[in-house]
């Protein structure tokens, strides 16, 4: 996990590499597969967060595609009342579920993996061996699915998820 602090003129410094960096920059060590953690350099509060959905806003160009209309319920929610937080507890947990299942995609199939430069896995050299996934919880072994039977399984549950987030 490579560390980088942020000072208040908004500058990033990565002690790791010894130099300033952009969200370009931050961008592409994820994109090669690195681990970030964004902190404040005088108080050390964690701005990892927020500092990915500033990459995602201004180095994609806001090109993930979320809904105007979901968007404004997420901010509409988003306050103190007791029901606005079990709201957002639920959104949180349905991303990570989708998190989870994406890793898994990702492991059983490394194709699935983005690539880097040159057609390279993610955080690999070129010609090289792909990155090993991040240790993960050990799962229970179970009968392997045909790769249909498993893109279905996700539909469906991303559908039901879906669903979920719409009520």
């Known amino acids: 996990m490579i560390t980088i602090r942020k000072y208040g003129n908004r500058r990033l410094y990565d002690a790791s590499a010894s130099r300033y960096v952009n969200l370009e920059d931050l961008a592409k060590l994820i994109r090669e597969g690195e681990q970030i953690k964004v902190a404040d350099a005088r ?19 806001g090109g993930v595609s979320l809904p105007s209309g979901f968007l404004h319920r997420l901010i509409r929610y988003g306050g103190d009342a007791p029901w606005s937080k079990v709201l957002m507890q639920q959104f949180s947990l349905g991303l990570e579920m989708l998190d989870a299942q994406l890793a898994q995609l990702e492991q059983r199939f490394p194709s699935a993996r983005p690539t880097g430069p040159a057609g390279s896995p993610a955080g690999g050299p070129v010609g090289g061996p792909a990155p090993e ?24 549950r991303l559908q039901a998820l879906e669903r979920r987030l719409k009520k």
Do not use: C, K, N, Y
């Open 133 to 156: 996934p991040p240790p993960e919880e050990p799962e229970e072994p179970a009968a392997p699915a045909a790769p249909a039977d498993e893109l279905s399984a996700m539909r469906e």
């Open 43 to 61: 108080t050390g509060e964690d701005l990892t967060q927020a500092t990915l959905l500033q990459i995602i806003s201004e180095v994609h160009g």
